[in-house]
């Protein structure tokens, strides 16, 4: 079955550095692969979506990067805030009627 | 501007009581999810819909029931509530197949 797998429940930072998130899957090709961020009693928000054609996508202080070969996604903030404190996932498309499956998260805290 | 609603925000129920979470969105999508989230299990599909009069099972659709008889509800139903299923409940609406995912903030359900 398919498999999503971020590999760090939590991931504590100092705030101004660069923050990476990873997301690996398996025994699946994704066409696309969405980020999202969830805060403490909130719904997840939707961040940035990459095609498997699209190496690299980028929405202001946020970065995210897709590699077939590696069946992995990277997701990165530069010039991390404390505001940027929250839990992010990653999400894949499954099935004819693009289902979402969702990797557990990781929590990030930026210490100032 | 409201997006996905559901109600109730918090729902106690004793075992073997039935309840209905509700969930409406007023942005008309064709396509409703219901996802269930538990502490390190991340988010996992429930049922989900794409049209009235349609839908389907996601991958724990175990003791649950959903009906879609307009585009904007989509209610889950319990019938018979187990602990098992004490959890958050977050529904979420999309425009089409591989736009983001519109989530609400939840219902927070114990079952005792």
Known sequence: SQKIEQNSEALNIQEGKTA????????????????????????????????????????????????TTLKQSLFHITASQPADSATYLCALERGSQGNLIFGKGTKLSVKP | NAGVTQTPKFQVLKTGQ?????????????????????????????????????????????????????????????????????????CASRDSYNSPLHFGNGTRLTVT
Not at chain 2, 62 to 86: C, H, I, K, M, W
């Open chain 1, 20 to 67: 990476t998130l990873t997301c690996n899957y398996t025994n699946y090709s994704p066409a696309y692969l969405q980020w999202y961020r969830q805060d403490p009693g909130r719904g997840p928000v939707f961040l940035l979506l990459i095609r498997e054609n699209e190496k690299e996508k980028r929405k202001e202080r946020l970065k995210v990067t897709f590699d």
């Open chain 2, 18 to 90: 039935s309840m209905t979470l509700q969930c409406a969105q007023d942005m008309n999508h064709e396509y409703m999810s219901w996802y269930r989230q538990d502490p390190g299990m991340g988010l996992r599909l429930i049922h989900y819909s794409v049209g009235a009069g349609i839908t389907d099972q996601g991958e724990v659709p175990n003791g649950y029931n959903v009906s879609r008889s307009t585009t904007e509800d989509f209610p889950l139903r319990l019938l018979s509530a187990a602990p098992s299923q004490t959890s958050v409940y977050f």
